[in-house]
């Protein structure tokens, strides 16, 4: 049952996040060269000119040009200005005495196009629904096995990663689902590199050794091209440094750094905070902070943070392959979770609803059938707008100061008088 208050008993992971790792689809740890690189600056950080300063530069603009129709193909060719993103929220206004819209995001961390191919599925999904979403690219994804000592990970040997890097095959799969995800108009985000978490993760970083993360997940989608030397696949139909807004640390480690380096970058907004109760969001550092939410279990007085891994971490401990008599109810308890949570400010606050998700087959694939399910009944409800992070600040930054800080005095179920409150 959907409880209110901020004081309600919560259930989640136990531990950190980091267990994640146990059961990622496909994933094996990386040879380890030893040593790894020394603090803040070290010279073993591969030299990538220009990502920073344009980055920073691109951002800094604060009027947009008019897009004359041209292509403008960018650097190797990996990526290309192709005009602005198709199908975008257009962020309005909340008139005086309007009940906000119910904001509802799925977002999908790693975003690798695999033989399950569920990246392609999901898109075919938010189709169906007229849902957009944020796709959260870990970089070496775009990096050929071969080619891994491009990579050079904070405080980790060159060429290491705690998850595998993609066949060729997946490659290719991968960048033809990215361009088609932005034609869709969805966000492609950032889950930055080698997925390292616990010690010497994201959590154990400098904001120097999270600005070389950065700009490293900048380079492997610009110059993919360079680095497989395909020369049969079309650019990426967007500019990275212009379109890359935020992103999800892995394990939800290390935002503290995280937001410092982000903000040297431009970016909008980070979904990395490990957890909060649904409530309107506000920024940390002048970046709008998306956490993941508690929402209430089925049949249950507590609550789980509104993830694919939290929920199994709950029902399966470390396994992802639990009893498969348990396989009905746990998808069962993992939807009703979730459309308790989308009830409980649908019919109150209103607050958005974050809903993390990785391309997995955990528990006979529950969690899968869970989500899907979940889009395809909230995303087509009245005055539902599934959308990315990306649009939601957008229409975030549009609000008044003084709407949003009376948004964010509700509790999640409370359900105000709309006609007089935001007046």
Not at 8 to 29: D, E, I, K, N, P
Not at 174 to 185: C, I, N, P
Request: hydrophobic share 35%; glycine share 10%.
């Amino acid at each position: 049952m959907a409880k209110t208050g901020r004081g309600t008993a919560v259930l989640t992971a136990v531990g950190t996040v980091a267990a994640l790792l146990v059961g990622l689809s496909g994933v094996s740890r990386g040879p380890d060269t030893g040593g790894g690189t020394s603090p803040a600056g070290a010279a073993e950080y591969p030299t990538i000119p220009g990502i920073k300063d344009r980055a920073k530069k691109d951002r800094a603009k604060k009027t947009v040009k008019p897009w004359d129709g041209r292509t403008r193909v960018i650097g190797d060719g990996s990526t290309a200005y192709t005009g602005p993103q198709p199908g975008q929220l257009k962020p309005e206004k909340l008139e005086p005495g309007e009940k906000p819209p119910q904001f509802v995001v799925f977002s999908w961390d790693g975003a690798l196009q695999n033989q399950d191919h569920l990246f392609s599925h999901f898109r075919r999904v938010a189709q169906d629904t007229h849902a957009h979403m944020s796709f959260f690219l870990t970089g070496i994804y775009l990096v050929p096995e071969s080619k891994r000592a491009l990579y050079h990970p904070p405080q980790h040997g060159v060429g290491s990663a705690a998850i595998s890097f993609p066949t060729d095959e997946h490659i290719r799969q991968t960048l033809e689902q990215l361009r088609g995800a932005w034609e869709d108009g969805d966000e492609i985000g950032t889950h930055f590199n080698g997925h390292f978490c616990g010690a010497k993760g994201g959590g154990d970083w400098s904001v120097e050794e999270w600005k070389s993360e950065i700009r490293q997940a900048y380079s492997f989608v610009e110059r993919w091209k360079t680095n497989t030397g395909y020369k049969d696949i079309a650019p990426l139909p967007f500019d990275y440094a212009k379109d890359l807004a935020g992103g999800r640390a892995p394990c939800l480690e290390g935002q503290k750094n995280l937001l410092k380096a982000a903000k040297s970058f431009g970016w909008r907004y980070d979904a990395s905070s490990p957890g909060d109760f649904q409530i309107w969001p506000a920024k940390k550092n002048g970046i709008w902070d998306f956490p993941l939410q508690l929402v209430p279990y089925a049949d249950s007085d507590f609550q789980v943070l509104s993830m694919d891994f939290n929920f199994l971490a709950n029902q399966s401990g470390d396994s992802t392959e639990g009893d498969p008599a348990e396989y009905p109810e746990w998808e069962e308890k993992t939807r009703r979770g979730y459309l308790n949570g989308f009830q409980r400010v649908y019919n109150g606050s209103r607050a958005p609803l974050f809903i993390g998700n990785h391309f997995e087959t955990w528990n006979g694939g529950a969690y899968m059938k869970a989500v899907e399910d979940v889009m395809r009944d909230v995303c087509v409800r009245r005055d539902v707008r599934c959308v990315s992070f990306k649009e939601l600040a957008d229409w975030m930054d549009a609000q008044d100061p003084e709407v949003l800080y009376k948004l964010r005095l509700l509790d999640p179920a409370q359900a105000p008088d709309w006609t007089t409150y935001l007046k």
